[in-house]
C-alpha cells in the first residue's frame, strides 16, 4: 500500500451530514484513486429482509 499526503490550504464553510450507513466514506478534497471493499459475514439464512406480502393461489 502506498500512501502520499501532501497537506495544502482547504476552506470549507459548512458541511451537514444527515446520515450515514454501516460501509460509507466522507471525503473532502481530492482524490486520484479511491478503492472500497467490505465483506458480510453473516449466513444468508440468518438475513431478514421485509415485510412479507404471502401470495395468495387464484381461482
Known amino acids: 500500500m502506498e500512501l502520499n499526503v501532501v497537506n495544502r490550504e482547504l476552506c470549507v464553510n459548512s ?21 472500497l471493499a467490505s465483506t458480510f459475514d453473516t449466513p444468508a439464512e440468518s438475513l431478514i429482509i421485509g415485510p412479507f406480502v404471502p401470495l395468495t393461489p387464484k381461482g
Open 15 to 35: 458541511i451537514q451530514l444527515t446520515g450515514v450507513s454501516a460501509s460509507s466514506l466522507f471525503l473532502v478534497g481530492d482524490a486520484n484513486t479511491i478503492q
